[in-house]
Nanobody, 122 residues
Framework: QVQLVESGGGLVQPGGSLRLSCAASARTFSSYVMAWFRQAPGKEREFVAAISRSGGNTYYADSVKGRFTISGDNAKNTVYLQMNSLKPEDTAVYYC???????????????WGQGNQVTVSS
């Protein structure tokens, strides 16, 4: 059973930064592709970013490209999402996920974290 525990959300002004952390149970990084999703009120959950098992490849939604950075620390079994130049439309509950890529290069999550609120407002 994979456990994902998130931290680091909160309230930030537009243009500010936040870093989310997701601590995973042991050996998760070697078995799963780690990713971040988000869900705004009244909207579907959407993909934000993913990082390959080796950490050598990263993938981003167009809406966050150039502003967000996903990274991982295998020694700590932790994946991070550094969010810069935040906008009000980034307001959402952010979820960490452990999953895989399907044959069509769609990310398929197998496990979810509990979610962490990020609010961007002045």
């Amino acid at each position: 059973q994979v456990q994902l525990v998130e931290s680091g959300g909160g309230l930030v002004q537009p243009g500010g930064s936040l870093r989310l952390s997701c601590a995973a149970s042991a050996r998760t990084f070697s078995s799963y592709v780690m990713a971040w999703f988000r869900q705004a009120p009244g909207k579907e959950r959407e993909f934000v970013a993913a990082i390959s098992r080796s950490g050598g490849n990263t993938y981003y939604a167009d809406s966050v490209k150039g502003r967000f950075t996903i990274s991982g620390d295998n020694a700590k079994n932790t994946v991070y999402l550094q969010m810069n130049s935040l906008k009000p439309e980034d307001t959402a509950v952010y979820y960490c996920a452990a999953g895989t890529w399907d044959l069509y290069n769609n990310y398929v999550p197998d496990y979810w974290g509990q979610g962490n609120q990020v609010t961007v407002s002045s």
